[in-house]
């Protein structure tokens, strides 16, 4: 099982990337696909999940700003995110988690800076 995210950088405040995650070697609709993030000296906070219907749901710091998808033909799931703010510097992982037997896998990880 792999879990390989991109599209983290730097980039000014106000500004917007757009992270994916490629899925392998699980059976992507079945799992339910999270992201969380990691600030420096901070707890691991979760972010944003879609399930495998594509019902979403938002941590209340990104509501408005951030959009989470997912594309069953490439095993992908993306993460939108806009109006940036310095804050949301960390790093992303994306975590898939399966629907009935609660197994999970994860990422490595993304940087993503947010200057002033």
């Known amino acids: 099982v792999q879990l390989v995210e991109s599209g983290g950088g730097l980039v000014q405040a106000g500004g917007s990337l757009r992270l994916s995650c490629a899925a392998s070697?699980?059976?992507?609709?079945?799992?339910?696909m999270n992201w969380y993030r990691q600030a420096p000296g901070k707890q691991r906070e979760w972010v944003a999940r879609?399930?495998?219907?594509?019902?979403?749901n938002y941590a209340d710091s990104v509501k408005g700003r951030f959009t989470i998808s997912r594309d069953p033909a490439k095993n992908t799931v993306y993460l939108q995110m806009n109006s940036l703010k310095p804050e949301d510097t960390a790093v992303y992982s994306c975590?898939?988690?399966?629907?009935?037997?609660?197994?999970?896998?994860w990422g490595q990880g993304t940087q993503v800076t947010v200057s002033f």
């Open positions: 070697g699980i059976i992507f609709s079945a799992y339910r």
């Open positions: 879609i399930s495998s219907g594509g019902s979403t």
């Open positions: 975590n898939a988690l399966h629907i009935y037997s609660s197994t999970d896998y």
